[in-house]
Nanobody, 123 residues
Framework: VQLQASGGGLVQAGGSLRLSCVAS????????MGWFRQAPGKEREFVAH????????DYEDSVKGRFTISRDNAKSTVYLQMNSLKSEDTAVYYC?????????????????WGQGTLVTVSS
């Protein structure tokens, strides 16, 4: 199983970025996927979740209305569109495959993680 995240970078506050995560080694369409982030000195936190067919999404409160998670099962890719970025969004962003029947907001529900992509928002 491999998850390859990309799309991070340096952006000014108010700007946008789109993260991508390409999956391989498993039947992508069978699994829900999530995005998490980890800022320096902080624990990894939930950002967004999408079910297997893209019909249901969920977001952490601070990103609702600004971030959108989506997926393309034909391309085995999950995306995170991030708009109206704020300095507090600065973190390493990770995609993950949800494999356990636990709340999708906790890291323990996920068994496979990408390498992370750094997002830096300058104010």
């Amino acid at each position: 199983v491999q998850l390859q995240a990309s799309g991070g970078g340096l952006v000014q506050a108010g700007g946008s970025l789109r993260l991508s995560c390409v999956a391989s080694g498993f039947n992508f369409y069978s699994y829900a996927m999530g995005w998490f982030r980890q800022a320096p000195g902080k624990e990894r936190e939930f950002v967004a979740h999408i079910n297997w067919n893209g019909a249901r999404e969920d977001y952490e409160d601070s990103v609702k209305g600004r971030f959108t998670i989506s997926r393309d099962n034909a391309k085995s890719t999950v995306y995170l569109q991030m708009n109206s970025l704020k300095s507090e969004d600065t973190a390493v962003y990770y995609c993950a495959r949800r494999t356990l029947e636990l709340p999708h907001t906790i890291v323990e529900a996920y068994s496979n993680w990408g390498q992370g992509t750094l997002v830096t928002v300058s104010s």
